[in-house]
């Protein structure tokens, strides 16, 4: 119960009659996931495979500098197959059922890369899907643990330019295949 309050899954009280413990959000976040792997493992209801659109927008630019990063260069390389291009193609989801389906992406199993210490500062784990762009490019979906982003974006990689390679812009809908089954 110790290591659930410290991560921040349960809140507890304690009073004269008793203890009061509720789920925080965040403990419902982590209760959803599990209960998504585990009905994986179970069901195995899942289609091999999801479609999802979304509209292209400017990011923040900070994707060229994460991706450029050696500890996960190297993870990419070797997990993914492929050096991605420096930089992120940002989808924002068009409709309640790519979010919701999006959402669920966290309970799947996906590509592990690992977080690591560098620069005195900490990098987080990112969980990858691959990905078909616009039935065209092969590429990858990064689920950062930490993001500046919600369930509602989208961030893809390839090993090209896909804004040049596919001549998009912002604005422009994108249909993005991810593979959902190992």
């Known amino acids: 119960m110790m290591e659930l309050e ?13 203890c009061l413990i509720r789920i ?15 009905r994986f ?5 899942y289609p091999p495979s999801i479609t999802l659109e979304g509209m292209i927008f400017t ?5 060229a500098y994460y991706i450029s990063k050696e500890p996960y260069r190297k993870q990419f390389i070797e ?13 924002k989801l068009t409709s309640d059922y790519d979010i919701k389906a999006r959402g669920e992406l966290e309970g799947y199993p996906g590509i592990e890369i690992e977080g690591f210490k560098n ?29 500046h982003y919600d369930v509602s974006v989208l961030e893809v990689v ?9 001549k998009l812009k912002d ?3 994108v249909k993005v295949e991810v593979l959902t089954l190992p």
């Open 6 to 18: 410290s991560k921040g899954w349960i809140r507890r009280s304690v009073t004269s009659e008793g």
């Open 171 to 173: 604005g422009h809908k």
């Open 158 to 166: 390839a090993p090209v330019s896909l804004r040049r390679e596919l």
């Open 119 to 147: 620069e005195g500062r900490t990098f987080g784990a990112v969980k990858c899907f691959p990905v078909i762009v616009e039935n065209k490019v092969k590429g990858a979906l990064l689920l950062a643990l930490r993001s």
């Open 59 to 63: 990011g923040l630019g900070e994707g």
């Open 41 to 45: 493992l179970m069901e195995s209801a």
């Open 79 to 91: 997990k993914l197959g492929f050096e991605p291009y420096p930089g992120t193609l940002n989808l």
């Open 24 to 38: 925080s959000d965040s403990g419902a976040k982590e209760l959803s996931r599990l209960y998504s792997t585990l």
